[in-house]
């Protein structure tokens, strides 16, 4: 969805409602593919005061993210309230607001950008996911894997040598 900003500020419009539904394609975000299981909705409005435009919005969308720890793939549900002001009058450069150099805002790179903005760091499919066993892979939230933990970590791993070489 395009909005040209000159007719908000000209007063042909003074705002406009937003009802906006589409699909986000799939992506990238930090080495890991994010696909969207259903078509984003976003419901708002685009007003105009002055030579400024502030869009207000709120965006669901589910996305199927893949899980840090243990490599599954799991849904997370996106509800965000989205606010952002617009111009087009370069002298309003220090404001809080984002220059608009073609005329046209772009509501779906808008969304897009916001939505990537308030992703994870560390996308997880449960708070307490146990993870993949680092001798075997196995997913240690489907159960137990035959492994010998002995509770040593792998970076001192090399040092359990030393104390098997005592001399007397």
Do not use: W
Request: with cysteine; hydrophobic share 35%.
């Amino acid at each position: 969805m395009k909005v040209r900003v000159s007719d908000l500020i000209s007063r042909k419009e003074r705002s406009k409602e937003i009802d906006y539904k589409f699909q986000i394609h799939k992506f990238e975000f930090e080495g890991d593919v994010i696909n969207a299981v259903d078509p984003c909705e976003v419901l708002g409005a685009i007003t105009s005061d002055k030579d400024i435009v502030t869009m207000k919005a709120k965006v669901k969308v589910t996305l199927e993210m893949i899980c840090s720890r243990c490599l599954d793939t799991f849904i997370y549900p996106i509800d965000i309230d989205i606010e952002e002001r617009f111009t087009n009058n370069k002298d309003l450069q220090n404001e809080d607001v984002i220059i608009v150099l073609d005329d046209v805002l772009d509501i779906t790179e808008i969304v897009e950008t916001n939505i990537i903005s308030t992703l994870p760091i560390k996308r997880l499919c449960k708070d307490d996911c146990k993870g993949l066993c680092q001798e075997c892979g196995t997913n240690l939230n489907s159960g137990n894997c035959s492994c010998d933990k002995g509770n040593v970590d792998i970076r001192f791993d090399v040092l359990k040598g030393l104390f098997n070489n005592k001399e007397v």
